[in-house]
């Protein structure tokens, strides 16, 4: 079974409602959601933010976080899952920020890709964030940098219930 099926079944499971806040992914997450039968009810909006300004005015991303952690940063990830849970009845969000190559920027190797996955419980909130590096083509980085955006609500969903704030 793919990861998007795996994931649509989890998250009707768990009567979870999804919104992304994705940028290097491009619209990839929901784009894989949508793909399987039945999940339009699961997906509330999804969010494309490229630009810095885009994220400071759709998911009041702070300048001073972009500035001081740069683009590509878990801080930058984490307000902008944050942006989108707060403008959203969704009770999960993804975010994703990074650097899809073939070139470094800024110092940061093509391939880093930094996740935010935040969750609203009737505790509070819980937000998860995570960097790691791909490697591939533009196009083979976007993908598994999706996937794995999508296996991980599971996992941190499950952090969450345990009552972890990280």
């Not at 990830?77 to 944050?82: G, I, T």
Request: hydrophobic residues 40%.
């Amino acid at each position: 079974m793919a990861i998007a099926d795996l994931t649509v079944t989890y998250l009707r499971e768990h009567a979870l409602r999804l919104t992304t806040a994705e940028s290097c992914t491009a619209g990839k997450i929901v784009t894989l959601l949508s793909e399987v039968e039945g999940s339009g009810e699961l997906i509330e909006s999804g969010y494309v933010v490229y630009s810095p300004g885009a994220k400071q005015r759709l998911l009041n991303v702070s300048p001073s976080t972009i500035e001081t952690f740069n683009l590509t940063s878990c801080e930058v990830a984490r307000e902008m899952a944050l942006g989108a849970l707060r403008d959203s009845p969704a009770n999960v969000a993804v975010a994703t920020t990074g650097i899809l190559g073939p070139d470094d920027v800024d110092g940061i190797p093509a391939g880093t890709i930094c996740f935010a996955w935040a969750f609203q419980t009737e505790q509070g909130q819980s937000v998860f964030t995570r960097q790691l590096r791909f490697f591939g083509s533009r196009c083979d980085v976007q993908l598994m940098a999706a996937e794995h955006a999508l296996e991980s609500v599971a996992h941190f969903h499950a952090r969450t219930l345990a009552g972890e704030r990280a």
